[in-house]
């Protein structure tokens, strides 16, 4: 059973960009980290956002974007690939949470696409289970090798869109967005100033 939505998609953008705003400028707040958040949460969880990132130890969600206990759900997986234990996470959100609005958050300097770029180009297999990341972001590379610019960066931006067409088309996701319950967005972090910048609809 969905519970009921109390925020918006606009909103919760909103409040995402907000708190990143925080972070890059060094004005955080730490919201929802304290004892009594603690308490609160015991008896169920309200998350306004779900941010689909990238396992990267350099850009945890929370911080990242000024948040705390009970605020994100957060999905991680190397590159941001989606599968199926990632994807039945962000539709148990959607559903079962009621949350309006999921983020793909991906990220400068990404190793995962890197490693992708050099598989394609060196035509060269990875190792055991990290060829599965590289099978899904290889589409990726090849868009991004027919643009102008670094490749890497322009790979971690394809690599983003995907992601989000992809999570669109999904039937029960589709469902929500038509009904205007649910908005999909792209983002990509800046290591160096921390910022999170929207990709384009």
Known sequence: MQQE???TDNQALTMLLEGNERYATMHTTHP???LERRSEVVGGQHPFAIIF???DSRVPPEIV???GLGNLLVI????HVIGDVALGSI?????ELGIPLVVVLGHEQCGAVAAAITAVEHHVAAHDKIQTL????RPAVEQAQGQTGDLLHNAVWANIELAVNELREIPLLQEFIEKGKLTVVGACYELDT????LLEA
Not at 91 to 95: D, M, P, Q, Y
Not at 134 to 137: A, K, L, P, R, Y
Not at 194 to 197: F, N, T
């Open 91 to 95: 539709e148990f959100g959607v559903e």
């Open 5 to 7: 939505v109390t925020i």
């Open 53 to 55: 990132g990238c396992v």
């Open 76 to 79: 991680r997986t190397a590159g």
């Open 194 to 197: 921390g910022k999170v910048i």
């Open 134 to 137: 590289v099978d899904h972001i």
């Open 65 to 67: 974007f000024d948040q």
């Open 32 to 34: 929802d980290q304290t």
